[in-house]
C-alpha cells in the first residue's frame, strides 16, 4: 500500500513571512509527484507535476523540490499572502499503478495579514 | 480556461438509495477518475476509466458502485444502494495524457447519505 504523508497538518504564517512543508512518498517504484492547492468549496489546482529526481520547479511565489532517492518533496511560499491561505496537497503515482493518485493529507496553511 | 465540472454539488439521500453523481470531463481528455474525501480522512481513490472502460478500481469500489461515459462527453459514477458510510465529497478528475501528467479536478459533489 502507497503511503503518502504530509508534515504539518497545519500552519499559521505571519503575512510577508516565507514557508516550507514536507511529502513523503515510497521511493521505490515512484513515477510522479503532484502538488495542488485547494481552497474551500473550490476544484483543486494543479501546482506542480514533477518525475525527476532533483526536479525543481516554480511558480511565482511557490516552488518545489524533489528528491525521488529518499522519498520526500518540498513546497515553499515565498512572502506569503492571505491569497496564499489554502490546503496543499501532494500525490504520488507509482509506475504500476495505472496512473492513479496517492494522496497525502494536506497542509493547510493560514496567512494572517 | 477549459475545466472539469461536476453536478450536483450538493446530494441529500436516504440509505439504500441510488444515486448518480455526474461529471463533464475536459473534451480531449483521455482519463478519467473519480476520487473520494470522508471527513477529515484523505482523499482517496476509487476508479480510473480509459478507452470506454475500467483500467483500475479500488476496494472500495465494490458492486454497489459503477461509472459510465454514456454519450462520449459526462462520466457518471453511480452508487446503487447508498450506506451512510458513503457520506463524502466526491471528485471527478481527467488527464490529457498518460501518467505524469497534470490531473484537473471538478469542484466536487458532497454526498450525505442519512
Redesign the interface.
Known amino acids: 500500500i502507497l503511503n503518502v504523508e504530509q508534515s504539518p497538518q497545519s500552519l499559521h504564517v505571519q503575512e510577508g513571512d516565507s514557508t516550507n512543508f514536507t511529502c513523503s512518498f515510497p521511493s521505490s517504484n515512484f513515477y510522479a509527484l503532484h502538488w495542488y492547492r485547494w481552497e474551500t468549496a473550490k476544484s483543486p489546482e494543479a501546482l506542480f507535476v514533477m518525475t525527476l529526481n532533483g526536479d525543481e520547479k516554480k511558480k511565482g511565489r511557490i516552488s518545489a523540490t524533489l528528491n525521488t532517492k529518499e522519498g520526500y518533496s518540498y513546497l515553499y511560499i515565498k512572502g506569503s499572502q492571505p491569497e496564499d491561505s489554502a490546503t496543499y496537497l501532494c500525490a504520488s503515482s507509482i509506475k504500476a499503478a495505472g496512473n492513479k493518485l496517492t494522496f497525502g493529507g494536506g497542509t493547510r496553511v493560514l496567512v494572517k495579514p | 480556461e477549459p475545466?472539469?465540472t461536476q453536478t450536483p454539488s450538493h446530494q441529500v439521500t436516504q440509505m439504500g438509495q441510488e444515486v448518480i453523481l455526474r461529471c463533464v470531463p475536459i473534451s480531449n481528455h483521455l482519463?478519467f477518475?473519480w476520487?473520494r474525501q470522508i471527513l477529515g480522512?484523505?482523499?482517496?481513490?476509487l476508479v480510473?476509466f480509459y478507452n470506454n472502460e475500467i483500467?483500475?478500481k479500488?476496494e472500495i469500489f465494490d458492486d454497489q458502485f459503477s461509472v459510465e461515459r454514456p454519450d462520449g462527453s459526462n462520466f457518471t459514477l453511480k452508487i446503487r444502494s447508498t450506506k451512510l458510510e458513503d457520506s463524502a465529497m466526491y471528485?471527478c478528475a481527467s488527464?490529457e495524457q498518460?501518467?505524469?501528467?497534470?490531473?484537473?479536478?471538478?469542484?466536487?459533489t458532497r454526498l450525505t447519505v442519512v
Open positions: 475545466e472539469v482519463y477518475y476520487y480522512q484523505k482523499v482517496e481513490f480510473s483500467s483500475e479500488s471528485f488527464i498518460g501518467p505524469g501528467t497534470e490531473a484537473f479536478f471538478g469542484q466536487g
